[in-house]
């Protein structure tokens, strides 16, 4: 508890509790009856699922120790040989079921009374104060004050907030950390990589050295609170690494979480307010973890038991049915080239806005009270029926969201300053979390999931652009390219009054992203369409707008991004397409003078790291690549090569199949690179955005190197 006097604590009595159903509940009663780490049983009414009507009899077993809570679980569904008993309420973390059967929140304020402590306003209130945290960054450096150290490499240099502790020995070193630590007492500990570098760094070396280190404001033990592992999401390998939480304050690693990097930490602040998850937890999860959270909260305020283990699988479809069904959102091949004058119109938060409006959820969509009546709205396409006779789960739950968002939003338009960043950050991060909200509809896994949501939804929305699509020729605008909720139309109509006319044909607020003086859709280097993500253009207001580019690719080195904004730096002096076309002969020389500095051996080595996140781990790789060199490497220094981890490298000779001649680690400092690899990387990012006006790396190698001359032998 943060107080304005310090922090304290307040032991609290709980007894988190699981629920049982199925067969023969009068036996597995007594079999319960002095199980180590089962306080009690009764019976109880409540829902079994969102769909329910009446309430079903559950078994629930309240537990006394926590650590025995999922062994506990377990062992109930071995009793039942795992098909006589269903599970519910085993999920949610400990602090998120207390929490809510408490009425709290994170970061609430509260009033203690008598040693029980109640929130004081509402997690969803929109003006709210936090305490005035304190914070400190935390930093190591090791014998190489280039590279991350490994865990038994001595630690030559702490920094903690302003104080840099150096030039003494380890331990004495370690033990003024604490020292320090105990007297500035932040409620914040930052850290840069601090989960798989600085912390277990810093704790392997205190147990080397025997000294006692307690980076918490309570005594913790020294490994990770959560192991690391890799995963599958969205078409990539993801690592997520292990976790060191604090006791008594909080550590945030500021590197490879998406709820701090997305929204900042007011983003987190606000998230972590109205799901219910602790801070520390949810900056190292996705916001699908804060959706599972808000679903299973609302579900169960609505006395609904939320299964464990979900087994709900698709109905059986035919393939025209399929084929009819499962399209996704509607797209508009762009018109590949340049051009001006062109106005991006973007629907607000589309997806949960039909989810809201369409009343979709997977207890509405075909509901078993409404299949008979013929004036029932039908979704477009699928023909399915959607229920009038109660609001959904996910309706109830985004629809506060939505509205929270689109508030923030506003008012980080209408504020300046600080109080402008927080509100942007706050929105940035609900807008993250209401488009997993519709990816949830449709994923298997999550606890209020069905495909035919995830279908309804896409099909309302293919819907609602084609009755934009008619809106905007009705109004005298072309479409030059859409994205399910994005527009880009040219015309000499009024901008304004377009955006009113698709917003009471669709009943989905429209907003004008911006009017472009000129844009470029690009080409797909295979075959030559329209690429529907990559594209660049510059606004009225001269803010320059990229998409899709080497640029904005997290795997690509400083050298082809430093090309990419000096060409585009180029071209966003011009006002409109005929001076866009002029430039591009100076364009073109500023690439020339980008690779004659690779060809001459001019460039940082800092410049040239490629960061790739590994697919496969390293005894996978059938063939070695310039990543499997690097995947070698590390594990060759004894560093984590699991699958979804980053490894930074710089390419030094990629013709050669030994891995340590092939790539060096970034952390190893190489002194030289491969310059025909490096030059091939450059012009293809060159290529990248000036594909339209005729350049391609085959031109420009022509011009470096006067005919079949390549770059490399014209300017060595």
């Known amino acids: 508890m943060w107080t304005r006097n310090g922090t304290i604590s307040i032991p609290q009595k709980y007894r988190p509790f699981f629920r049982v159903s199925g067969k023969d509940m009068d036996s597995l009663e007594r079999k319960l009856h002095g199980v180590p780490g089962v306080h009690s049983t009764e019976r109880e009414m409540v829902r079994a699922d969102i769909r329910d009507v009446h309430d079903t009899e559950f078994l629930r077993v309240n537990v006394d120790i926590y650590s025995q809570f999922k062994v506990l679980a377990s062992k109930v569904a071995a009793l039942g040989n795992y098909s006589d008993h269903d599970l519910f309420d085993v999920e949610p973390r400990l602090a998120q079921k207390f929490m ?14 008598n040693g029980s402590v109640k929130a004081v306003g509402s997690s ?75 912390i277990p760094q810093l704790f392997a070396r205190a147990r080397a050295l025997g000294v006692d280190l307690r980076l918490g404001r309570a005594s913790q033990p020294t490994s990770a609170d959560r192991k690391g592992s890799s995963y599958w999401s969205y078409n990539r390998v993801v690592y997520r690494p292990p976790a060191y939480y604090f006791r008594g304050r909080y550590h945030l690693d500021r590197r490879g979480f998406f709820v701090h990097s997305a929204g900042g930490p007011w983003g987190l602040f606000d998230l972590a307010r109205i799901s219910g998850v602790p801070v520390q937890v949810l900056s190292r999860l996705s916001p699908g973890t804060a959706v599972s959270a808000l679903q299973m909260h609302q579900a169960s305020s609505d006395g609904v038991a939320v299964k464990w283990k979900k087994n709900d699988p698709e109905r059986f479809k035919t393939a025209r049915r399929l ?102 950050q706050i929105q940035e991060v609900l807008k993250s979390l209401l488009v997993t909200s519709f990816g949830y509809t449709g994923y298997k896994n999550a606890r209020f999931s069905r495909i035919e949501c995830y279908e309804s939804i896409t099909a309302y929305a293919r819907e609602l652009v084609m009755r934009a699509k008619e809106v905007a020729e009705n109004n005298g605008f072309d479409i030059l390219h859409g994205i399910v909720d994005s527009l880009w139309v040219r015309g000499n109509g009024d901008h304004q009054r377009l955006s009113s006319a698709i917003f009471h044909r669709t009943g989905v607020q429209m907003s004008i992203e911006g009017v472009y003086d000129w844009i470029v859709f690009l080409p797909n280097r295979s075959n030559g369409s329209g690429a529907l993500t990559r594209y660049y253009g510059k606004f009225s207001n001269g803010n320059v707008k990229v998409r899709g580019i080497e640029l904005r690719q997290h795997s690509t080195p400083e050298l082809i991004r430093s ?58 790789c059938k063939v070695m690549t310039v990543q499997a060199a690097a995947s070698w490497q590390m594990k060759r220094e004894g560093l984590p090569v699991s699958p979804g981890e980053k490894v930074k490298y710089v390419v030094t000779n990629s013709s050669v199949r030994d891995p340590h001649r092939k790539v060096s680690l970034a952390r190893n ?20 955005i000036l594909l339209p006006f005729g350049v391609t790396v085959g031109s420009l190698r022509d011009g470096l190197g006067e005919g079949k001359q390549t770059g490399l032998e014209r300017w060595m």
């Open 100 to 113: 809510h059967d408490r009425g709290l929140y994170p970061l609430a304020p509260v009033k203690v009374s």
């Open 124 to 198: 969803w209130d929109m003006d709210y104060e936090l305490p005035p945290l304190t914070t400190t960054v935390l930093e190591i450096t090791g014998s190489n004050p280039h590279r991350f150290p490994k865990e038994d490499e001595p630690i030559r240099s702490v920094r903690l907030g302003s104080e840099r502790l150096d030039g003494l020995g380890e331990d004495d070193l370690l033990e003024e950390l604490q020292a320090i630590l105990d007297g500035e007492d932040p409620d914040i500990i930052f850290t840069v990589h601090g989960d798989t570098r600085t």
């Open 323 to 424: 084929l009819l069904t499962d399209r996704g959102g509607f797209t508009f091949d762009p018109r590949v080239g340049l051009h001006d004058r062109v106005v991006e119109l973007d629907f607000a938060s589309l997806y949960p806005s039909i989810m809201v409006n369409f009343n979709i959820s997977p207890e509405t969509v075909d509901c078993s009270c409404c299949g008979k009546d013929p004036d029932v709205p039908r979704v477009p396409e699928c023909g399915y029926h959607v229920c009038t006779r109660r609001e959904g789960l996910i309706p109830r739950v985004i629809s506060p969201v939505l509205s929270r968002r689109l508030e923030f939003k506003k008012r980080s338009r209408e504020s300046s300053g600080e109080y402008a960043r927080r509100c942007c």
């Open 563 to 620: 090309l990419q904004r000096d060409v585009l730096e180029v071209l966003s002096r011009c006002g409109n397409a005929d001076q866009v076309r002029g430039m591009v002969p100076e364009a073109v020389d500023m690439v020339y003078r980008h690779a004659r500095r690779v060809i001459d051996g001019g460039c940082n080595t800092d410049d040239l790291v490629i960061t790739t996140r590994l697919s496969r781990a390293l005894e996978d």
């Open 669 to 688: 400092m190489p002194g030289s690179y491969d310059r025909e690899y490096y030059l091939t990387l450059l012009l293809r990012g060159a290529e990248s």
